[in-house]
């Protein structure tokens, strides 16, 4: 009981510690419509001065003309430094870039140089140095940028994103195994959601699972909402193939319940790469799938709980429409 209470303990911590950490791109109906007025608002500051920490025409640095122009463009304030803009945007792969995206480079650290993509492989910013400084145009494929190109990142969907999104993922679940270990067996999902609303997608998720420690095989369809980039919230009914029963020192019998209710859960996932189109999110996925213990069996509030809780991490994959 200790030992199954410290686990919650920590599976707490985690998800405290990333609630603290999350963000989300700026929302928008129309985003190609956001993306020509970023590339207008850009164009509208060439040739101001470059001024370290400067926030207005008096004067800009990099990421002070990001700020501005988002800002300006959609109403929406975000980071202010380049390296937490680079933290705050979604992956996106230099194949994949569409105007108004931002672009980021290491020049004289990891991520401290930032503008915006305009089309055909250019991007507008504010130059610190070199034989042109201010608010400028410059290529990608310049020797100096093409060496220090870090990635880039969407400020808003694609200009023709649908507002769909779809995902795959899998991993094994823990939390008493039936051999002492945290081995429990395998959980899967399939996924779609409306990602066009930004901070709030509402979405479907097919949720099949090897459960070992109770011997059944679980099928959950559930209803999710996604909180920022890192949480999703699901709950919903399941199918239960198999008899259950908790091998847990001695033969524990249960019966599914909950009706629409049977599963309900978090889903967190700390960071997200962009690889080749795909979207790689590693996750941690906490449960709590009910199972009651027949009318004939003891209290037992740790068996119970080992029953209905349990925990995966896995990896999930998402594309965009």
Same mark, same amino acid.
């Given at each position: 009981?200790?030992?199954?209470?410290?686990?919650?303990?920590?599976?707490?911590?985690?998800?405290?510690?990333?609630?603290?950490?999350?963000?989300?791109?700026?929302?928008?109906?129309?985003?190609?419509?956001?993306?020509?007025?970023?590339?207008?608002?850009?164009?509208?500051?060439?040739?101001?001065?470059?001024?370290?920490?400067?926030?207005?025409?008096?004067?800009?640095?990099?990421?002070?003309?990001?700020?501005?122009?988002?800002?300006?463009?959609?109403?929406?304030?975000?980071?202010?430094?380049?390296?937490?803009?680079?933290?705050?945007?979604?992956?996106?792969?230099?194949?994949?870039?569409?105007?108004?995206?931002?672009?980021?480079?290491?020049?004289?650290?990891?991520?401290?140089?930032?503008?915006?993509?305009?089309? /055909?492989?250019?991007?507008?910013?504010?130059?610190?140095?070199?034989?042109?400084? %201010?608010?400028?145009?410059?290529?990608? /494929?310049?020797?100096?940028?093409?060496?220090?190109?870090?990635?880039?990142?969407?400020?808003?969907?694609?200009?023709?994103?649908?507002?769909?999104?779809?995902?795959?993922?899998?991993?094994?679940?823990?939390?008493?195994?039936?051999?002492?270990?945290?081995?429990?067996?395998?959980?899967?999902?399939?996924?779609?959601?409306?990602?066009?609303?930004?901070?709030?997608?509402?979405?479907?998720?097919?949720?099949?699972?090897?459960?070992?420690?109770?011997?059944?095989?679980?099928?959950?369809?559930?209803?999710?909402?996604?909180?920022?980039?890192?949480?999703?919230?699901?709950?919903?009914?399941?199918?239960?193939?198999?008899?259950?029963?908790?091998?847990?020192?001695?033969?524990? /019998?249960?019966?599914?319940?909950?009706?629409?209710?049977?599963?309900?859960?978090?889903?967190?996932?700390?960071?997200?790469?962009?690889?080749? %189109?795909?979207?790689?999110?590693?996750?941690?996925?906490?449960?709590?799938?009910?199972?009651?213990?027949?009318?004939?069996?003891?209290?037992?509030?740790?068996?119970?709980?080992?029953?209905?809780?349990?925990?995966?991490?896995?990896?999930?994959?998402?594309? /965009?429409?």
């Amino acid at each position: 009981m200790k030992a199954r209470a410290r686990k919650i303990c920590l599976f707490a911590a985690a998800a405290v510690v990333g609630a603290a950490v999350s963000a989300a791109p700026v929302a928008t109906l129309s985003p190609k419509e956001t993306r020509r007025k970023l590339v207008a608002e850009a164009d509208s500051y060439l040739g101001v001065r470059y001024r370290y920490g400067g926030v207005d025409r008096a004067g800009l640095d990099c990421s002070g003309l990001v700020f501005l122009v988002v800002r300006s463009a959609t109403g929406s304030s975000i980071p202010r430094t380049s390296r937490e803009q680079y933290a705050w945007v979604e992956p996106v792969s230099r194949m994949q870039l569409q105007s108004g995206d931002l672009v980021f480079f290491h020049t004289t650290g990891r991520y401290s140089h930032v503008g915006i993509y305009l089309g /055909d492989g250019t991007f507008i910013h504010a130059a610190s140095d070199g034989p042109r400084t %201010g608010v400028i145009v410059s290529a990608l /494929d310049e020797e100096y940028w093409a060496r220090s190109y870090a990635g880039g990142g969407r400020v808003v969907a694609p200009a023709n994103f649908l507002g769909l999104r779809f995902a795959l993922g899998g991993g094994p679940t823990g939390w008493a195994g039936t051999d002492g270990s945290l081995l429990r067996g395998a959980a899967f999902q399939a996924a779609v959601s409306y990602d066009a609303l930004g901070f709030v997608r509402p979405g479907l998720e097919l949720r099949p699972e090897w459960d070992g420690s109770l011997g059944v095989f679980r099928v959950s369809s559930v209803l999710s909402v996604g909180i920022g980039k890192e949480w999703r919230l699901f709950a919903g009914p399941a199918l239960v193939f198999g008899d259950p029963v908790l091998e847990d020192g001695s033969s524990r /019998d249960y019966s599914p319940a909950g009706g629409w209710l049977a599963t309900g859960g978090v889903c967190w996932t700390p960071v997200t790469f962009n690889v080749r %189109g795909a979207l790689v999110s590693p996750y941690l996925d906490l449960a709590w799938q009910r199972y009651e213990p027949d009318s004939s069996e003891k209290d037992d509030f740790g068996a119970d709980a080992t029953a209905n809780f349990r925990a995966s991490v896995g990896v999930r994959l998402s594309w /965009d429409f």
